[in-house]
């Protein structure tokens, strides 16, 4: 009864088009009613410690960073090289898609502000090309989303304070597999291409191919400083955002010269406007995650799930399955937050390693940004494309099927994320 009185509360609420950080403080605020325990200072009281975290001081940063690159001209850089170094295959500007997204993804972390970049940048010249809209759209849409699995990560970030896991080793323990997923729709993006007779770019001399690499090489160390600092313990994930940022800014502003005080200003707004949309779901999330905690609905749900215990596989079967459907109908972040205190304990319970079902957990999310009907990431697509959105997912579906096979994949050989994952921190 409690499940669906939390459950009923949150879903009519969004039915009825309440944005969801005020639906999940409605839907908690209904099971504070239903355990008679109702108090308004305890609601406002969790609202506030929810956002009083010092490691999500790594999202604002973080969020600043993305920003800075995609108008200082550092992500039309990483573009450009790439594009100097696969362009010239079959398919090469779907191909260019994936290796700038791969890199991207290594600088901002955030899904939107790569897709954003990628799909103004490389969509007109795939179409040019005389590649499908359609496809096109929805290759860079799944490149898009690589975003939240290779370091730095937003979605890491909320995760590891949701579910008290370390930071540094989300990040360490997520290279491998979001390169893992940039190989699957690489994989599936040859398939596609060789049905069509497009012919290829000619090839870049070796003279362009230096000169692009080094007009990005100053884009290029920044994964580099963020990955080595945190393996060498030299700086915590929200220090690296804080380095990630200020660097961005020395970059775009005394070497690049690309962006003007005006366009600091407005990059300053846009970050801080997206910081606070995240915080408050962050802040409203955390009065249901300490109410599901005291309805002890954790122990519901491993009561519910004890069938699969037995089995860490088939657990993590049916965890994926359910984080699916959830993704359908819900943002990553908030998914993340409702999701996250219910299924800890259970992963937890089963003797699941915590970091490898993070990675697991936020790529199932990931994915979750390119799923019809909500689709965060399609939606950019289609506004920057000028695309319906039955069109981008049409394009979208054989790239999706590829990730979601990569991520099921992971589940039946842990060892494809514990295995680098403990590399990388030794």
């Known amino acids: 009864m ?33 355990l008679d325990m109702f108090d308004a200072q305890i609601l406002a009281q969790n609202v506030v410690n929810g956002a009083d975290s010092f490691p999500l001081l790594a999202v604002p940063f973080f969020m600043l960073a993305g920003e800075i690159m995609n ?31 791969c890199l991207l993804a290594a600088l901002s972390g955030s899904a939107v502000a790569d897709t954003a970049a990628l799909a103004s940048l490389l969509l007109p010249m795939m179409v040019a090309a005389g590649h499908d809209k359609a496809r096109a759209g929805g290759l860079i849409a799944s490149a898009g989303i690589i975003a939240p699995v290779i370091p730095p990560s937003i979605g890491f970030v909320v995760f590891g304070v949701a579910a008290n896991v370390s930071i540094s080793k989300l990040f360490l323990a997520g290279i491998v597999p979001g390169l893992l997923m940039g190989l699957s729709i690489a994989l599936a993006w040859w398939w596609v291409a060789k049905k069509e007779n497009i012919p ?70 846009s970050a801080a406007k997206t910081t606070a949309v995240i915080m408050f779901l962050v802040a409203a999330a955390m009065v249901s995650a300490w109410l599901i905690t005291v309805a002890d609905i954790p122990s519901k749900m491993i009561s519910l799930l004890q069938p699969f215990m037995g089995n860490q596989t088939l657990l993590m079967i049916a965890i994926m ?106």
């Open 200 to 269: 290829p770019p000619p090839k870049a001399s070796l003279a362009l191919r230096l000169s692009a690499l080094k007009e990005s090489t100053w884009a290029l160390v920044l994964p580099v400083i963020v990955v080595a600092g945190l393996k060498l313990g030299v700086f915590t994930p929200t220090e690296a955002a804080v380095v990630a940022a200020v660097y961005a800014l020395f970059v775009a502003t005394l070497v690049y010269r690309e962006m003007s005080l005006r366009q600091l200003r407005e990059v300053f707004v």
């Open 71 to 101: 108008v200082g001209g550092l992500s039309r850089r990483i573009v450009n090289l790439a594009l100097a170094l696969v362009g010239h295959k079959r398919g090469g500007l779907g191909f260019v898609a994936i290796v700038a997204a």
């Open 2 to 34: 409690t499940v669906l009185i939390f459950l009923g509360a949150l879903l009519a609420a969004m039915a009825l088009g309440i944005p969801i950080a005020y639906s999940l403080l409605l839907s908690g605020m209904a099971l504070m009613v239903h």
């Open 321 to 426: 399955a359910l984080v699916m459907a959830v993704g359908t109908a819900m943002d990553m972040t908030p998914t993340i937050l409702i999701m996250t205190p219910v299924l800890m304990p259970v992963v937890k319970a089963a003797g699941i390693d915590p970091v490898y079902f993070g990675v697991l957990f936020i790529i199932n999310n990931a994915i979750g940004l390119i799923t019809p009907p909500v689709g965060t990431v399609l939606n950019v697509v289609a506004g920057v494309g000028r695309m319906k959105m039955d069109e981008v997912t049409r394009g979208v579906l054989p790239f999706m099927a590829a990730q979601f096979a990569m991520m099921f994949l992971m589940v039946f050989f842990p060892w494809l994320v514990t295995g680098p994952a403990k590399w990388f921190a030794n």
